[in-house]
C-alpha cells in the first residue's frame, strides 16, 4: 500500500480522500491555490503544499507545479480526483515519468476513453451503439455546419476532454454556430486546458443513464449497475438516483452488458463509468466514458453498500478485485448543492457563508467541505455540497429527501435548496416522468425564498 498520497483536487472530494486514506493508514498532501488556504482539505491533510494563485490553469491545472508538490513531499501517488486533471493523459504519462502512481486508468486507456471523440469511434469498433456525429475533433467552424447539415440540427458541441457539463453548447441553427464554437472553446479550455471540440447530433427527450464499472490490473471487471442522471440544467447534473426509475430488467442487463464490454476491450483499470443516452423507447446509445470517480459515487455506495474509493485506491495499489457485479438493494438520491441562485437561472452565488445547519438521522449522507465563516471563492465549480439519502422505496427516498432539505440550511449566499425542495414535490419526478429536458418545463414560480 502507498505510504502517502497528494491529492490533485480540492472542496469535498479532497475532503473524502483524505478520510479514506485515514481509514488506510496512509498519509497524505494536500496541494491548494491561494484561494482554498482556509479550505478544510488543507487543515485535515497531514502536510499542505500551495500551488499557486486562484485561476486553475496556474494551480489545480498546473501540472509542473502538481508534480513538484509531489516530489518535495516524498508522495508515491497522486490521486486526481475528478474534473481538473483527473482525465489528462498527459498527466497520468508524466506521473508514470517520474515514478508517482497515477490513481486511475492508465495514460493509453485515458487516450482510448477520457478523449470523448476518440472513445466513440473505439466503442464503434466494439459494436456498441453512438450517438451520431463527427468521427474525430473538428479541424474548422465550416466542418462542423457542413456536418450538422448532413445528421440534422439540433446538434451539440462538445468539449473533447469534458465533463460536468462545461464545455458543451446546442446549436439549433447554422447562423449560430460560429457563436457557440467560439463560446465551447473558450469555456473547454479555460476548464481543461484543451479547447477540442467534436459533434454529436441532439437527442431529443432523452434519459441520461450510466454504467458504473470497476476493474483491477488483472483483467477482472465489475460493474455496479446504473444512475439515472437526467435531472440537469444546462447540461451540468443536479440530481442522480439508482437505480433509475425508467431502467426495466432487459434494459438494465443489456446495458451493463455493453459497459463490461467496452471496459475489456480497452483493457480498462480501476473505476471509470460509461454514460448512455436512451430515447423514449429505450434504445441506447454509448456517449463518453468518465475515466475517474464521478461526482455521484455516493449513490452506487449506498445501494450497493460498495466503497468505491476505498476500491479505487487499492487497485492503484495492485490489490485484486474480489467483489462481484452488484445491484441496487435500495433506493439512493443525491441532490447537488451548489453556491448558485435558482432564482435568477442558477447564477453563481460565490461569498461568505454566515451559518450552516447540516441534516442528519437515518439514510441521510452529507459529502461538504463548508463551514460557518467559510468563503465560497468565484474560480471553481458552483457545488458546495451533496446531499444523498437512501430508503427501501423511491417513494421512501423522496420523503427522507424533503425531509433532508427541510433542515438544511447555509445562510450568508444563495443555494440550490430552494430548487430541490420545490423538485421533490413536483408530481411529475414523484411518479418518475422526467427526461434531460425535464427543467425545460420547470415551474421556477413555485420555488420558495427561504427565511
Not at 40 to 57: K, M, Q, T, W, Y
Not at 183 to 205: C, P, T, W
Not at 377 to 382: E, L, S, T, V
Not at 383 to 401: D, E, S
Request: glycine residues 8%; contains cysteine; aromatic residues 10%.
Amino acid at each position: 500500500m502507498f505510504q502517502k498520497i497528494l491529492i490533485a483536487n480540492r472542496g469535498e472530494i479532497a475532503l473524502h480522500i483524505i478520510r479514506v486514506c485515514k481509514e488506510l493508514n496512509i498519509k497524505t498532501v494536500a496541494v491548494y491555490s491561494t484561494a482554498d488556504k482556509d479550505s478544510l482539505h488543507v487543515r485535515f491533510a497531514d502536510e499542505a503544499v500551495c500551488i499557486g494563485p486562484p485561476s486553475s490553469n496556474l494551480s489545480y491545472l498546473s501540472i509542473p507545479s502538481i508534480i513538484a508538490a509531489a516530489e518535495v513531499t516524498n508522495s508515491t501517488a497522486i490521486h486526481p480526483g475528478y474534473g481538473f486533471l483527473s482525465e489528462n493523459a498527459s498527466f497520468a504519462s508524466i506521473c508514470e515519468e517520474y515514478g508517482i502512481k497515477f490513481i486511475g486508468p492508465s495514460a493509453a486507456a485515458i487516450s482510448k476513453m477520457g478523449d470523448k471523440s476518440i472513445a466513440k469511434e473505439n466503442m464503434r469498433r466494439v459494436g456498441i451503439p453512438v450517438v451520431p456525429g463527427s468521427d474525430g475533433l473538428l479541424k474548422s467552424v465550416e466542418e462542423g455546419i457542413q456536418l450538422a447539415h448532413t445528421i440534422g440540427f439540433p446538434v451539440l458541441l462538445k468539449a473533447t476532454a469534458g465533463g460536468g457539463g462545461k464545455g458543451i453548447k446546442l446549436v439549433y441553427t447554422p447562423e449560430e454556430f460560429q457563436k457557440k464554437w467560439t463560446e465551447a472553446r473558450q469555456e473547454a479550455m479555460a476548464s481543461f486546458g484543451n479547447d477540442g471540440l467534436y459533434l454529436e447530433k441532439y437527442v431529443e427527450e432523452p434519459h441520461h443513464i450510466e454504467i458504473q464499472i470497476v476493474a483491477d490490473q488483472y483483467g477482472k471487471i465489475i460493474h455496479l449497475s446504473e444512475r439515472d442522471c437526467s435531472i440537469q440544467h444546462r447540461h451540468q447534473k443536479l440530481v442522480e438516483e439508482s437505480p433509475s426509475p425508467f431502467m426495466t430488467d432487459a434494459l438494465r442487463e443489456k446495458m451493463t452488458e455493453v459497459a463490461l464490454q467496452g471496459a475489456a476491450f480497452i483493457g480498462y483499470e480501476g473505476v471509470g463509468t460509461m454514460e448512455f443516452l436512451v430515447d423514449k423507447y429505450r434504445n441506447f446509445y454509448f456517449m463518453e466514458m468518465n475515466t475517474r470517480i464521478q461526482v455521484e459515487y455516493p449513490v452506487t455506495e449506498a445501494v450497493t453498500g460498495f466503497n468505491l474509493l476505498r476500491t479505487q485506491i487499492e487497485i492503484a495499489a495492485g490489490k485484486p478485485l474480489d467483489a462481484s457485479s452488484a445491484y441496487p438493494t435500495c433506493h439512493a438520491i443525491e441532490a447537488r448543492i451548489n453556491a448558485a441562485d435558482p432564482f435568477n437561472g442558477f447564477r453563481p452565488s460565490p461569498g461568505k457563508i454566515t451559518d450552516v445547519h447540516l441534516p442528519g438521522g437515518r439514510g441521510v449522507t452529507i459529502a461538504s467541505h463548508i463551514y460557518a465563516g467559510y468563503v465560497v471563492p468565484p474560480n471553481y465549480d458552483a457545488m458546495i455540497a451533496k446531499l444523498i439519502v437512501y430508503a427501501a422505496t423511491r417513494a421512501g427516498a423522496i420523503a427522507r429527501m424533503k425531509r433532508a432539505l427541510e433542515e438544511f440550511i447555509v445562510k450568508g449566499i444563495q443555494t440550490t435548496i430552494p430548487f430541490h425542495l420545490a423538485l421533490v414535490d413536483n408530481e411529475q419526478f414523484q411518479q418518475g416522468n422526467f427526461t434531460t429536458q425535464f427543467l425545460e418545463s420547470f415551474d421556477f414560480s413555485l420555488l420558495k425564498k427561504s427565511e
